[in-house]
């Protein structure tokens, strides 16, 4: 017969999980400040952040590749013009306003927002609509950590991410090849989703400039243009945003974005895929492989219609 | 002018922008894609020939320069040359010679059409770049045959900016400059029509006829 001892402890008094780890947390970046103070700001490492389930186990694309082959046309339009142009960036102050249909409209400065949640380590596929792709270490926190400050409300159905123009840093933003500022949407239910990260890092690192510092976007089961860098206002509305990319050519991108092999750009296939540092293609995998987590978002939707 | 001292080393420097790629692949210094640097670039070469080809004309003529003629076959091979090389690297590398997704490439992604369109125009330019098929077809027909060449760069030009996302900047240049080689050879047309025409009548007065009454 089995004689349970009552616990000698009550459970009062277990110091709960969550503030445990903040705690942690706090000795941690309490170190890692002393240590911070100590050293050149720019040595300040941000990592390496806490392994996530959600990681995937692939071969991650060498941090030359990833810091410099961008996509960010504020900083020019050829792939090697953000890492020569976006050391100019001003990062801070830096603040994030959330505002729309929200019951606690807010605005954070940086320091608040990177103690908003304990940094994970999301290692993640980005597919670029262009046909490229690459797997990034991301440092970062859920979407939904930061939506629940402001607490949606029932009317609110999508989100709007509205990304930082400066003209005097950001040699792009004369030119008129996209409408700026940049802006990204994404529905409410989709920014919600545990995948969807707010990255402030990668490689266990602050986000270089030319990646979107100091925050930005990563919707990895979307094309990367979807992930907008470098965000300074996020609202919550009833309408679907229009992106800057659906306002310069409405017939090749939509709203959802989402990987799909089978849906071709007007102008390419998206049936396959260079990973940066490979020399085969490889077959592009429908929602970029993270079918099974966010298919369920989509049930009875046409994705050929909704692209 | 001595051709033979100005060909030799004019056909080593057409080759450059092709070892400069080479040496890229080999020493790692073409990016983080260097796949996509290769065949864009090979490609902006053959266009870069196209254009250099099209200005021999309007520099024979006003710099009076006569030899610059005889240079302009090299140099329009070397258009082919390089267009064939950026024809392989999307059949190899792009493609790895998947014949029916080439297939379907060509007949839906119409920047892939009309760079084909182009490449197919250039084969009977460069099958017929020699005295042989001068002699066969004559001059004349010969000629007309390489009239196509305005159509390619206008074809070539519609390749890249189709091919562009966003950002019309470098492909509207190179618009440009076809723009005006091609425009002279219509302002010359123009002014050879109306020699022509002079020539053959009297000119025409021009405006009303009016009386003038002189005081005497």
Redesign the interface.
């Known amino acids: 017969m089995l004689i349970r001892r009552p616990d000698d402890i009550a459970p009062s008094d277990i110091t709960p999980r969550a503030l445990f780890d903040r705690r942690r947390e706090f000795l941690r970046l309490s170190a890692g400040a002393a240590l911070a103070g100590m050293l050149p700001a720019a040595q300040a490492k941000l990592g390496p952040g806490r392994a996530s389930v959600l990681s995937s186990t692939e071969t991650q694309t060498p941090l030359?590749?990833v810091t410099?082959?961008n996509n960010y046309?504020e900083f020019g339009?050829d792939?090697?013009d953000p890492a020569r142009t976006a050391h100019a960036l001003r990062v801070r102050p830096w603040t994030l306003s959330i505002e729309g249909l929200v019951k606690q409209p807010k605005t954070l400065g940086i320091e608040d927002i990177l103690k908003l949640a304990p940094l994970e380590e999301r290692i993640y596929r980005l597919r670029c609509v262009?046909g490229?792709s690459m797997v990034i270490p991301w440092l970062g926190f859920p979407v939904a950590s930061l939506l629940k400050q402001v607490e949606p409300l029932g009317s609110a159905k999508y989100v709007e991410f509205i990304t930082a123009v400066q003209p005097e840093t950001m040699p792009g933003v004369g030119?008129r090849?996209?409408d700026w500022p940049y802006i990204e949407g994404l529905r409410l239910d989709e920014a919600m989703h545990p995948l969807a990260i707010i990255a402030v890092g990668l490689y266990g690192d602050v986000l270089p400039n030319q990646n979107g510092a100091p925050l930005r976007l990563v919707v990895p089961w979307k094309y990367g243009f979807k992930s907008g860098k470098s965000i300074v206002r996020i609202r919550l509305t009833d309408s679907e945003p229009r992106t800057s990319w659906m306002k310069?050519?409405p017939r090749e991108y939509g709203f959802y974005s989402n990987v799909n092999p089978e849906v071709?750009h007007?102008?390419?296939?998206q049936?396959t895929e260079?990973r940066?540092?490979e020399?085969?293609?490889r077959t592009t995998l429908m929602f970029n492989g993270y079918g099974e987590q966010v298919g369920q978002l989509y049930t009875g939707m046409d994705l050929r219609k909704q692209f | 002018m001595n051709l033979a001292l100005i060909k030799p080393p004019l056909f080593i420097v057409c080759l450059a922008p092709l070892a400069w790629y080479a040496w890229g692949v080999q020493a790692d210094t073409l990016?983080?894609?260097p796949?996509?640097a290769v065949t864009r670039g090979l490609g902006t070469w053959a266009l870069n020939f196209l254009l250099i080809t099209l200005t021999v004309t309007p520099l024979r003529k006003y710099s009076g320069w006569a030899w610059l003629g005889r240079l302009r076959r090299m140099l329009g091979l070397f258009v082919f040359f390089y267009a064939t090389l950026h024809l392989s690297t999307y059949l190899w590398?792009?493609q790895?010679f998947d014949w029916p997704?080439i297939a379907k490439?060509i007949l839906?992604?119409?920047?892939i059409t009309v760079g084909m369109i182009s490449f197919a125009l250039l084969v009977p330019l460069a099958a017929t770049s020699n005295a042989f098929a001068i002699r066969k077809l004559g001059g004349r027909r010969w000629q007309e045959l390489h009239r196509s060449v305005y159509l390619i760069a206008l074809l070539a030009v519609l390749h890249y900016s189709?091919?562009v996302?966003?950002?019309l900047?470098k492909p509207l240049i190179y618009a440009a400059v076809v723009g005006v080689l091609l425009g002279l050879r219509v302002w010359w047309r123009v002014q050879e029509r109306n020699r022509q025409l002079a020539g053959a009548y009297l000119p025409k007065p021009r405006g009303r006829i009016i009386s003038i009454a002189v005081k005497k």
């Open positions: 030359k590749h410099g082959y046309y339009t792939k090697e262009e490229w030119s090849v996209l310069s050519a071709d007007p102008r390419w296939s049936a260079r940066i540092g020399f085969s293609k | 990016g983080a894609n796949i996509e590398f792009d790895f997704a490439d839906k992604r119409p920047f189709w091919m996302k966003a950002d900047s």
